[in-house]
């Protein structure tokens, strides 16, 4: 990085942040986007009626899968159509010993009771 830099002083050197907000609207035929307040909720509601596989599309495109047998699940990130994706394993419990994967942040515990 250095040879990239020499002779720019830190004036001539400018850093640019964009900020991108994105809306996720769950795919069941409403367009009405979900907050992230109130995902989790409704993850839980949909799983608790027995749809275990949801999938959500962003305002840029973007689809997000969560699938879930209701011991583990597993969360996808798609940037397009055709994109092998990015994948989150839920990796707790006897199941998940020795196998490669990440835990889920906030994963959702066992819902039915």
Do not use: C, K
């Amino acid at each position: 990085m250095q040879a990239r830099t020499e002779g720019l002083s830190l004036r001539t050197v400018r850093e640019i942040v964009v900020l991108v907000i994105e809306s996720w609207v769950i795919n069941d035929g409403s367009p009405v986007p979900v907050s992230s307040e109130t995902v989790l909720e409704a993850l839980r509601s949909r799983i608790n009626s027995g749809r275990l596989e949801t999938w959500l599309t962003s305002s840029s495109g973007r689809s997000l899968a969560f699938v879930t047998n209701t011991e583990r699940a597993m969360v996808m990130l798609l940037e397009e159509e055709g994109d092998p994706g990015e994948h989150a394993l839920l990796a707790t419990g006897p199941w998940g010993r020795g196998r490669a994967g990440y835990a889920v942040a906030g994963a959702l515990p066992a819902v039915r009771t």
